[in-house]
């Protein structure tokens, strides 16, 4: 008998290839990371504690001030203090709330890139800030007509802009500052009592070391930042409020963005 043909291989199996998965678009990243900011006692609590300090500043103001300085611009100016002193801790409260929160694994699991999600964090955080000076601008917009109706107020409309240009700044560089202090230090407590305390223990020592008196203009943020908030910035202002944020900023963020991007997840 003849030998029977050898039989064809067969074809080879087809794997089905998973769909590729695609990345959670940012602004929905940023969308939740403001939730999160809203969604707990403490973001709800501190954001009402700035609104009533605003309102307390500016009606200082508005009842104490001479009638020439019941204006809008000086009525907003007054509620801004409160609210550079209160929003960084934001920027922490975001940064922290994660890992204190126990949420990490969830939301690694969902976005794996973490610094995708610090950047979330921050432009989330810059919003929120940014809504609270909104809001100051309408307060003081309120109280400058009550100023003109019941006190003998100016009633000025005027608003310079490279003097709420500078606070909006100031108020986005502080908030950054409070986010970078969280992240390097990854614990809500530590990285508030780092946040207010390691700024005023410089200052204390630029004031009692003579020999730090140079250095200071250059180091220290919170002098640094002032001409920004006045609206007067120079060229060597510019130059020294680059330097004292990148010591103040661009260092703890640094180390918060290295120590977020390895620590693990539990």
């Known amino acids: 008998m003849p030998a029977a043909a050898p039989r064809p291989p067969p074809p080879p199996k087809r794997t089905a290839q998973a769909p590729a998965t695609r990345p959670v678009p940012f ?28 309102a307390a500043l500016s009606a200082l103001v508005l009842f104490t001030a001479e009638p020439a300085a019941r204006t809008w611009q000086d009525l907003t100016t007054a509620s801004s203090w409160g ?4 929003l960084p801790l934001i920027g922490i409260l975001a940064a922290t709330g994660e890992w204190s929160q126990r949420t ?10 973490r610094t995708r999600v610090n950047g979330a964090k921050l432009a989330s955080a810059s919003l929120l800030g940014l809504g609270v000076m909104v809001g100051a601008l309408f307060a003081g917009a309120l109280l400058n007509v009550a100023g003109v109706l019941w006190l003998d107020g100016d009633g000025s409309w005027t608003m310079e802009w490279a003097l709420l240009g500078g ?25 508030i009592v780092a946040y207010l305390v390691l700024p005023t ?18 180091l220290n943020l919170d002098s640094t930042i002032m001409p920004l908030m006045d609206g007067q910035m120079t060229g060597e202002a510019w130059a020294q409020l680059a330097t004292s944020s990148a010591v103040w900023i661009g260092l703890p963020l640094a180390i918060g963005l290295w120590r977020t991007a390895r620590r693990d997840v539990t």
């Open 167 to 191: 606070m909006l700044l100031a108020l986005l560089l502080l908030v950054t500052q409070g986010l970078a202090f969280g992240l390097a230090l990854l614990s809500t407590p530590i990285a």
């Open 83 to 86: 609210q550079l002193l209160l």
């Open 27 to 54: 602004v929905r990243l940023t969308l939740v990371e403001l939730r999160k900011q809203v969604d707990t006692r403490a973001g709800v609590w501190l954001l009402a504690i700035i609104v009533v300090l605003n």
């Open 201 to 218: 223990v410089w200052t204390i020592l630029t004031m009692l070391v003579s020999a730090l008196e140079g250095p200071a203009r250059w």
């Open 104 to 113: 990490s694994l969830t939301t690694f699991t969902l976005e794996p890139r």
